[in-house]
């Protein structure tokens, strides 16, 4: 299977303010978000990456989408650098998450056009996929309703159908569940199996075990900005739920203190 | 990848004109406000300072002789004359000065004014006869009976003494100074001001909307994900706030054209308005767009830095004052600036341009100087701009 996604100790801190370090009970200047990460991801699965808040998952995607720069370590997204050739990166991933808004004065039809012209895309293709991924959220009915009037759920499908007009091979997806009722959290979920289908590669942070164990096929654990365990589904599960061996990795890992 | 300038550039168009009531306050409300604003101020100050036609002027007098009374028939100001005696002048100051418009002068002659000045040798080094006038220069009225009767009774003095005349023939124009110059000092010690500080508020409404406010509603990383080149980002806004705050700045520059000879009160003083040519017009609209340039990029990177369009807001302030400071001095300096360096340094060089052009002695390299300039300077600032949206910390200052 082909490597698509390889990540390289990928290395990230953040300067904390003097108020910030009597909060954190620190006299340390600098807190490492991601303690060198690495992972690999193949062609068509579904990766992972499975964490308490504040494990570095999201800043970990930030900078697979190229948003923020890495203190060190680097990651191969389909052979472009993050590091040295973030322009090709963004053509090849797709990137949601709850950080990315739409504007909320354009309609949804809009936005698709005007990010597919971001991603030069051509005018036919742009219209068949739009058709397509408008039918299949139920956009269709708003595509003229300015986002700003639509509800959660119907601007999250939004942001998903704009945020991969360009029909990326590797789509990054952060807490794509996250304040969605279950319904909307089904499509998105139904989705990413599509996806799947289409031989896709997809990375998806969580921390919801059904969502992991509904969806992916390797997992890592990711705690205070280490991975854990990078494994399969099933080798990480070792005959338990999902939810009681991440307990007990975490148990493990910081302690008792859950 | 051009295109993307143009896809960034069409979406800001789009989100700004179709906000009907934002397109309407940035364009249409500043032109309709000035337009109504200077009116206002011009009626105001020449209501203030004239009379009404058919007012009749309330004058007291102590022995007035027939000559001046028939004199003051002439002047049309006899209609309410009143003549009183000595005693009754303490009471008549004292009307005046009220101010209430019981009355509006009050003139003593000396008891046998016509003898007096007849028998009155100016060599003889004794004291003139005297004729006293009492008014209010609080009173609009007041003043203006004042001047008619002073100047009336200087005139009669030096009818009586006629030895040589100054300007007296009516058909020929001593005054030398064309009209178009006229008209010219006037436009070029106000105008360069008021465009520049119309061109900076057009900005400032909408700068720190489209950059600060995209940063804070999280909106600018959606953009930030695509491939679209930073620069191109840039450049695409930058020209699209041009756009806009160049025909807010239009909207504003018409509504004082219009204005202007009401405010000017050009009616009582005959000055043309209508002088300048399409040359100037387009050496105008040359600085005024490479000036526009200069401010959006300022303002854009001000906003770019901002956490907020607050914020923003805060610190833009500053930078229009000293923008407001400079545009000032076109009103103190007489002519424009000859030395080349002065068309170097961003705004005051737009300052001595625009006054150049409005007084007919612009400087061809200067003006040169001036456009070129701010190009370069803008395209610095794009280039800072770029950085700054390649830059996490400062895109992603929550």
Do not use: W
């Not at chain 1, 923020?68 to 991933?93: F, H």
């Not at chain 2, 004239?50 to 007035?64: A, F, G, Q, W």
């Not at chain 2, 023939?169 to 360069?192: C, G, I, Q, T």
């Amino acid at each position: 299977m082909k490597e698509l996604l390889i990540v390289d100790k990928l290395h990230k801190t953040f300067k904390l303010s003097s108020k910030q370090q009597k909060i954190e009970h620190t006299s340390d200047k600098v807190k490492t978000a991601v303690g060198g990460i690495s992972f690999k991801a193949y062609e068509g699965e579904v990766f992972g990456l499975l964490g308490p808040n504040g494990a570095g998952k999201t800043t970990t995607l930030r900078m697979l989408a190229t948003l923020i720069k890495p203190d060190g370590g680097d990651a191969l997204v389909d052979g472009s650098s993050i590091v040295n050739n973030a322009d090709k990166v963004r053509q090849k991933i797709g990137f949601l998450t709850s950080e990315l808004k739409l504007e909320e004065y354009f309609t949804p039809n809009y936005l698709y056009d005007f990010f597919s012209e971001l991603h030069n895309v051509p005018n036919d293709i742009r219209e068949k996929r739009k058709n397509e991924i408008f039918t299949l959220f139920g956009i269709g009915k708003f595509a003229e309703v300015k986002v700003a009037d639509l509800s959660t759920g119907m601007k999250q499908k939004v942001s998903l159908a704009v945020s991969i007009v360009h029909d990326p091979d590797i789509i990054i997806f952060d807490e794509p569940t996250n304040g969605l009722d279950v319904l909307t959290a089904r499509v998105v979920t139904d989705f990413i199996q599509t996806l799947k289908e289409r031989g896709k590669t997809i990375i998806v942070s969580t921390h919801i075990f059904s969502l992991i164990e509904r969806v992916c096929d390797r997992v890592g654990i990711i705690i205070n900005g280490k991975m854990i365990m990078c494994d399969t589904l099933e080798n990480i599960k070792a005959g338990q739920s999902l939810e009681d061996r991440f307990f007990d990795i975490y148990k493990e890992t910081v302690g008792e203190e859950v | 990848m051009k295109n993307t300038i143009i896809t960034i550039l069409k979406k800001e168009l789009k989100r700004f004109f179709s906000d009907k009531r934002m397109a309407f306050t940035t364009i249409f409300m500043p032109g309709i406000m000035i337009f109504i604003m200077y009116s206002f101020m011009g009626d105001a100050i020449s209501g203030m300072v004239s009379v009404d036609d058919e007012y009749v002027y309330k004058i007291e007098s102590t022995y007035m002789p027939e000559s001046i009374r028939t004199l003051m028939d002439g002047a049309g100001i006899s209609g309410g004359i009143k003549d009183v005696d000595a005693e009754a002048g303490e009471a008549a100051k004292e009307k005046i000065s009220r101010n209430e418009d019981e009355l509006d002068l009050y003139i003593v002659f000396p008891e046998n004014f016509e003898n007096d000045i007849a028998a009155y040798d100016s060599a003889s080094g004794n004291k003139a006869p005297e004729v006293q006038v009492y008014y209010n220069s609080a009173s609009t009225e007041s003043q203006t009976v004042y001047k008619i009767f002073t100047e009336m009774m200087d005139s009669y003095e030096s009818a009586m003494t006629n030895k040589f005349d100054i300007n007296h023939d009516e058909n020929v124009k001593y005054d030398l100074a064309n009209e178009k110059d006229a008209a010219a000092s006037v436009f070029s010690s106000l105008l360069p001001m008021l465009l520049l500080m119309f061109v900076f508020s057009a900005c400032m409404a909408i700068g720190p909307e489209s950059i600060s406010g995209e940063k804070e509603r999280g909106t600018i990383a959606t953009l930030l994900v695509t491939p679209a080149k930073r620069s191109h980002i840039a450049l695409g806004k930058i020209i699209a706030l041009s756009i806009i705050a160049l025909l807010s700045g239009m909207s504003s520059t018409i509504g004082t054209l219009l204005s202007l000879p009401k405010l000017a009160n050009v009616e009582n003083t005959g000055m043309e308005t209508n002088v300048y040519g399409i040359t100037e017009y387009l050496m105008l609209a040359l600085i005024m767009l490479s000036t526009t340039l200069l401010i959006v990029t300022l303002i854009s990177i001000i906003s770019a830095f901002a956490k907020s369009t607050k914020e923003a807001g805060t610190y833009i302030t500053p930078l229009m004052i000293v923008v407001m400071l400079v545009s000032l001095s076109g009103m103190f300096v007489d002519g424009s600036k000859t030395e080349l360096f002065y068309y170097l340094i961003p705004v005051y060089n737009s300052v001595q341009s625009m006054t150049g052009i409005f007084s007919f002695d612009i400087l061809p390299s200067g003006m040169a100087a001036s456009v070129a300039s701010n190009i370069v300077y803008a395209g610095i600032g794009v280039f800072i701009l770029t950085r700054m949206f390649n830059n996490e910390k400062i895109m992603f200052n929550k």
